[in-house]
Nanobody
Framework: QVQLVESGGGLVQPGGSLRLSCAAS????????MGWYRQAPGEQRELFAA???????NYADSVKGRFTISRDNAKNTVYLQMNSLKPEDTGVYYC???????????????WGQGTQVTVSS
């Protein structure tokens, strides 16, 4: 079993910054991709940033140039630096990881518990 624990959410004014962290622990051989999803009130959960084990990244257009995703493979941790925050960035932020628990080519998907980010003056 694998657990993902997020931290770093909170209330911030428009234009401000926040840094989220998500640490994975448990039966982990490797993690192929780690990503951040956002779920705004009344909307579906959406992927907006992902980082692969080789370091390549993908971003949704809505966050390009403002958010930076990174990972520390030794710590099985993914980070999200969010700058120039806007009210529309408000939502619950979830961490997701595609985990290989052993040497066999089997992958399992895990979610964090979510952390609230509120951008408001």
């Amino acid at each position: 079993q694998v657990q993902l624990v997020e931290s770093g959410g909170g209330l911030v004014q428009p234009g401000g910054s926040l840094r989220l962290s998500c640490a994975a622990s448990g039966s982990i051989f490797s993690i192929y991709v780690m990503g951040w999803y956002r779920q705004a009130p009344g909307e579906q959960r959406e992927l907006f940033a992902a980082v692969y084990n080789g370091g390549s990244t993908n971003y949704a257009d809505s966050v390009k140039g403002r958010f930076t995703i990174s990972r520390d493979n030794a710590k099985n941790t993914v980070y999200l630096q969010m700058n120039s925050l806007k009210p529309e960035d408000t939502g619950v932020y979830y961490c997701n990881a595609d985990v290989r628990p052993g040497p066999l080519n089997l992958h399992y998907n895990y979610w964090g518990q979510g952390t609230q980010v509120t951008v408001s003056s």
